[in-house]
């Protein structure tokens, strides 16, 4: 789960570098609609948050849903050209970035044994926030090279990428669990 939020944050949470650039280079709008951006998003994760609040507790499942949301976002953000279609995809980009972020943070104090769960969420919060320059760095530079298309097409893939390993890493470690038990 580390490992998953460490590339999704490092490389897809720079939407705050990006979105600026998206309304500027791409879509050649003014602070106004730039603002409309934000506050879809914004909105995005109110909902959310609200629909993560309803739920009984953290799953492995709404983990996964909000990690593949939110990079099929980023990815389906790459080739957009209109103000519309934007305003709809930061919209479920803020909505399965909260579903991401609150689900990944109960996992892992959860899974967390109570004398390691301080380290634990010490290394979260690292994967989580602490990379953020590094991939504000690597967004802008994507970004430069090939727009705003390059940089959210890494992002999206990056994800994906992360979560089909992760995956793989969970069905191949049950596999093994079961092998052991027969």
């Given at each position: 789960m580390l490992v998953?939020?460490?590339?999704?944050s490092t490389v897809g949470f720079n939407f705050n570098v990006l979105v600026p650039l998206l309304a500027s280079q791409t879509l050649h709008v003014g602070a106004g609609t730039f603002g409309a951006l934000s506050a879809s998003f914004g909105l995005g994760a109110l909902a959310g948050a609200l629909a993560t609040a309803t739920m009984r507790s953290a799953s492995p499942r709404t983990f996964a849903v909000g990690a593949v949301g939110f990079s099929l976002a980023m990815?389906?953000?790459?080739?957009?050209?209109?103000?519309?279609?934007?305003?709809?995809?930061?919209?479920?980009?803020?909505l399965t970035f909260s579903l991401f972020t609150a689900s990944a943070n109960a996992l892992v104090q959860l899974a967390s044994p109570d004398h390691l769960r301080g380290r634990v969420v010490s290394l979260y919060l690292f994967a989580f926030a602490g990379l953020a320059p590094i991939?504000?760095?690597?967004?802008?530079?994507l970004a430069d090279v090939g727009g705003t298309e390059l940089a959210f097409a890494v992002a999206g893939f990056s994800g994906l990428a992360a979560v089909a390993w992760a995956q793989r890493r969970?069905?191949?470690?049950s596999l093994d669990s079961a092998s052991v038990e027969a």
């Open positions: 998953v939020v460490t590339i999704v990815l389906g953000l790459a080739p957009v050209h209109t103000t519309g279609l934007a305003l709809v995809l930061l919209f479920v980009l803020g991939g504000g760095i690597v967004a802008g530079w969970l069905f191949h470690a």
